[in-house]
């Protein structure tokens, strides 16, 4: 679960390096906001199940 997480989280650092315009401003927030979901739900697992 840890290592799922970091590899989230470092998805999420990845997208942040990227610069956007246009449509892609939004596709790209839904992105990281999806990934931080993901994120968030695994940290409230607590035995990683």
Do not use: F, Q, Y
């Amino acid at each position: 679960m840890e290592e799922t997480k970091k590899l989230i989280d470092d998805a999420i650092a990845i997208l942040s390096t990227l610069s956007v315009n246009g449509d892609a401003v939004e596709v790209m927030a839904a992105a990281k906001s999806k990934l931080r979901k993901a994120s968030a739900n695994l940290k409230e697992e607590p035995d990683g199940r």
